[in-house]
């Protein structure tokens, strides 16, 4: 069977539409967006401020709501979970990267990656154990003991990237990794994240207003109008 046959999609977007009504105005931002995403590919998202681009991500992730369409992560029907169950699976079915790291600042490196897991359930042996792994993936293993204020800002964007996948999801969603990075540090948080969510087989979706780090992905997508649309760069 070809490699084609063997991909399985693990999100499945249909017809998802978000309005948002300020005085007498109603805001159509996404129109119906479909797509689907396979099991461990990479998805960058780009689009002018406003286009809507973190509204697609926070549904598909369940912290935000869809007036109308079906988000599906394998087979279940994310957008038909009630908040108790939407709260289980934002903990263990998806990581999340913003553009801010919301490190806890009292916890160390090391401490901030194992929380979630040990919060979720996992013995604190194994939660520590897995990340000590994640943070010599994202080469931060000699600054495990320290905190978030002894840290450079692209030092603590790649221990949000190791926490991101600490719980073993499926789906990393990350909102503007590098937003708030220089160049340089940009590149390296984007490096680690697209090989580390490769080594690991997760599926990926960046939002993204840099074009390099767009570039990565295998599809490269323009949220424009309300509607998605495909860039002819993509590495299908």
Request: glycine residues 8%.
């Given at each position: ?225 309300g509607q998605l649309l495909e860039e002819a760069g993509s590495n299908n």
């Open positions: 069977m070809s490699d084609a046959l063997n991909k399985r999609i693990l999100v499945r977007i249909k017809n998802i539409v978000k309005n948002y009504t300020s005085g007498s105005e109603t805001l159509n931002i996404l129109k119906g967006i479909d797509f689907d995403i396979e099991e461990g590919q990479s998805v960058a998202i780009s689009g002018q401020s406003g286009s809507g681009k973190s509204t697609l991500l926070n549904i598909i992730g369940g912290l935000d709501r869809a007036d109308q369409g079906s988000v599906f992560i394998g087979n279940d029907e994310i957008t038909a979970l009630s908040e108790k169950e939407i709260s289980v699976y934002r903990s263990k079915r998806v990581g999340f990267i913003f553009q801010f790291h919301y490190l806890l600042r009292d916890f160390t490196a090391l401490e901030n990656i194992m929380l979630p897991a040990y919060i979720a359930g996992m013995k604190k042996k194994d939660a520590i154990d897995r990340a000590k792994k994640l943070l010599a993936e994202v080469k931060m293993e000699d600054r495990k003991g320290h905190f978030p204020s002894q840290l450079s800002g692209g030092e603590r964007q790649r221990v949000a990237v190791a926490r991101s996948m600490v719980n073993d999801p499926a789906l990393i969603l990350a909102d503007e990794p590098t937003g708030n990075l220089d160049p340089q540090n940009s590149e390296i948080v984007a490096q680690l994240l697209y090989e580390s969510a490769q080594k690991w087989k997760k599926s990926l979706i960046v939002v993204t207003h840099d074009k390099k780090v767009a570039s990565r992905a295998n599809v490269q997508l323009v949220l424009e109008n």
